[in-house]
């Protein structure tokens, strides 16, 4: 069975970077076909799509956040990393990281971490 | 980007009734379409995908159709832990997107 698990700082500055970590386990992050992937939820709304990186190191991210996002995979931790620069209030939300297939979509998720942008 | 819109935002009902869910794409989605329930401080969990068929281990209450460019998802007899959120999301054409939501809530 896999299983996504998030891990960072709860709280981050204004204008900082927030970094979040998801480790995988369960099955291996450099398997052909898996887009992985942060989501995020701001409090008591819906879903936003952050973007994907691949195993290979090649990424795709949502217009709407491109200039601040990078994301980054180490394959020998079976993990994958978001740094979402320049942050501010507007940037406290659950993030989520998720496995995406192209034929069965997002079908494994982590629990979410609540990250809260505060001085 | 591919705007998805649910409604309606909030449907009350009593367990044993039917749920009717909609989502509407601002342009041809092509079937690639999928629902996803989720509880109070839960992730979202996938219900439906590809418009009409159920995720493992899904119960057959719940089905998916599709009209165009609206989707439909259906619980046809209300339990009480499928009162919940529900989400639509594409896959279509990038950035995916997200519907708003649809709060199943009890009457």
């Known amino acids: 069975q896999v299983q996504l698990q998030e891990s960072g700082p709860g709280l981050v500055r204004p204008a900082q970077t927030l970094s979040l970590t998801c480790t995988v386990s369960g099955g291996s992050i450099s398997t052909s076909g898996y887009y992985w992937s942060w989501i995020r939820q701001h409090p008591g709304k819906g879903l936003e799509w952050i973007g994907y990186i691949f195993h290979s190191g090649n990424t795709y991210y949502n217009p709407s956040l491109k200039s601040r996002v990078t994301m980054s995979v180490d394959t020998s931790k079976n993990q994958f990393s978001l740094r979402l620069s320049s942050v501010t209030a507007a940037d406290t939300a659950v993030y989520y990281c998720a496995r995406f297939v192209t034929t069965i979509y997002f079908d494994y998720w982590g629990q979410g971490t609540v990250v809260t942008v505060s001085s | 980007e591919i705007v998805l819109t649910q409604s309606p935002a909030t449907l009350s009902l009593s367990p044993g009734e039917r749920a009717t869910l909609s989502c509407r794409a601002s342009?041809?989605?092509?079937?690639?379409l999928a629902w996803y329930q989720q509880r109070p401080g839960q992730a979202p969990r996938l219900l439906i995908y590809d418009a009409s068929i159920r995720a493992t281990g899904i119960p057959a209450r719940f089905s998916g159709s599709e009209s165009g460019t609206d989707y439909i998802l259906t619980i046809s007899s209300l339990e009480p832990e499928d009162f919940a959120v529900y989400y639509c999301q594409q896959r279509n054409s990038w950035p995916l997107t997200f519907g708003g939501g649809t709060r199943v809530e009890i009457k």
């Open positions: 342009q041809s989605v092509s079937s690639y």
